[in-house]
């Protein structure tokens, strides 16, 4: 075989095999990301990408570095909620994260679209990929606290997270009917069996406060929450309303202005705990 001069340009050589080939390497991300959590939810519809809002927001708020990874490719809801559009940058080390009004750092699949509402329709593989790319690939800098917003259920992406995101723990989101209920320990025993700490559940949409009398409905039947976290050793849970505030700032891209009055703070306070234990442990 003749002996072939090298170019050195490896990018647009079509020769296999040659031992002179190397790869560009692949950008490593600026980062230093503390605790990393994730939000989880058996099924959708349940409110599971406005509790992880809520969570980054309080979190933002307490003087934490706060990023959000958007996990869920197929039906992305964390920039519109905090109103963050335009295309993302990237430099050598990786790509630069949105930021929205308050400093929260966020990473979205939407952010990379031409069009918002162009679809996601990619498989399981390229989605695991995607975002293995989007936790190691991206200059998050110095972050106190990850929060992964997850699709519903135990599929693909939530595997992938498990496995190697080295999650701090999870928070599960469900709504109150007994339904949602048995599908959230799916994902709560999962998550115990891959040794990921379970730190809270929050029932949404559990209730509605009247404007006129201030009385507290149960349009979904009595709240489950207590009784679920229970039966799946969580050790803390809260209840959120069904509150139309809640939508509006949602569509404005103005979550951050929502105020949940600590109806939080039990899990916030699970979720300093157990990086406090974590930051103990490696001194």
Known sequence: ??????????????????????????????????????????????GKSLVTSLLAAEMNRKGYKVGILDADLTGPSIPKTFGVRGRLTADADGINPAL???GIKVMS???LLPQEDMPVAWRGPIL???LSQFRNETNWEDIDYLFVDMPPGTSDVFLTVMQQFNLDGIISVSAPQELVAMIVGKAVNLAHNMDVPVLGLVENMAYFKCDECGKEHWVFGEPQGKIVAKRYQIPSYVTLPIDPNFARLC??????????????????GQIEAVAARKEASEK
């Open 1 to 46: 075989m003749a002996e072939l001069d090298c170019g050195g340009a490896c990018g647009s050589c079509n020769v296999e095999g040659c031992g002179s080939r190397t790869e560009p390497p692949a950008p490593q991300g600026r980062a230093n990301i503390k605790h990393i959590i994730g939000v989880v939810s058996g099924k959708g519809g349940v």
């Open 100 to 102: 929205t009004d308050s």
């Open 109 to 111: 699949v939407n952010l």
């Open 128 to 130: 695991a990929g995607i």
């Open 251 to 268: 569509d404005m891209g103005k979550v951050e202005e929502y105020d949940v009055a600590g109806a939080l703070d039990p899990i916030i």
